[in-house]
Structure formats: structure tokens, C-alpha cells
């Protein structure tokens, strides 16, 4: 059984930052990519930041400069460090990893259960 807990959501005013952490656990071999996407009401699920088991990122240009993804492998967590937050970044997040959870496994798509960034102006 693996599960991913994401924590660290909260209410900001804009300009403000806010940290994200997303901790996986269970059953777990050896984690691919990471990532954080984000879902605001009535819009589509996006990607805001993916970054790869080597540590290579990426990042739309939505929040470039303004997000930092990283990741502690021997902890099986990713943060996102989100500064100079925007109404606009007002979401759910949810964390994603491409992980396997035992020796000769595939690699598997796993979904955090989301935590709530609200930004007020």
C-alpha cells in the first residue's frame, strides 16, 4: 500500500509564500518523477512543477521564478516553495509520483489526496 500525504496548504495574502511538502509511504522500491499539480474550481487539472529522480525541473511559465520544486529521496518527500503567491495560484495541490513499489515492478502513477492553497488579495 503507498500513500501520498501532501501538507503545508493554508490561506496567504498575496505576496505572501507558502511551502508545500507531499511524503510518500508504504511500499516503495525506488520513485521516478515527482510532481504538483493544481486544480482551481471549474478549470482543469495542470501541471505547476515536475522534477525528475535526478533532480532536473520544470516549470510552465504560469509560476517560473516563482516556484521551486525539490525533493529529499532518502525522506521519499517533495516540497514546492511557492513565493510571491497571486490570487490566481488560489488551488488545490495535489503531489504525483511515478514510483515502484517493489524490486522488478513497473513504475505506477500515485496521487496525493490534494491540500488547499487559498490567496486572498
Known amino acids: 500500500q503507498v500513500q501520498l500525504v501532501e501538507s503545508g496548504g493554508g490561506l496567504v495574502q498575496a505576496g505572501g509564500s507558502l511551502r508545500l511538502s507531499c511524503a510518500a509511504s508504504?511500499?516503495?522500491?525506488?520513485?521516478?518523477?515527482m510532481r504538483w499539480y493544481r486544480q482551481a474550481p471549474g478549470k482543469q487539472r495542470e501541471l505547476v512543477a515536475a522534477i525528475s529522480s535526478s533532480g532536473s525541473t520544470n516549470y510552465p511559465t504560469s509560476v517560473k521564478g516563482r516556484f521551486t520544486i525539490s525533493r529529499d529521496n532518502a525522506k521519499n518527500t517533495v516540497y514546492l516553495q511557492m513565493n510571491s503567491l497571486k490570487p490566481e495560484d488560489t488551488a488545490v495541490y495535489y503531489c504525483?509520483?511515478?514510483?515502484?513499489?517493489?524490486?522488478?515492478?513497473?513504475?505506477?502513477?500515485?496521487w496525493g489526496q490534494g491540500t488547499q492553497v487559498t490567496v486572498s488579495s
Open positions: 504525483n509520483a511515478d514510483l515502484s513499489p517493489y524490486s522488478g515492478s513497473s513504475y505506477y502513477g500515485y
Open positions: 508504504g511500499s516503495i522500491f525506488s520513485i521516478n518523477a
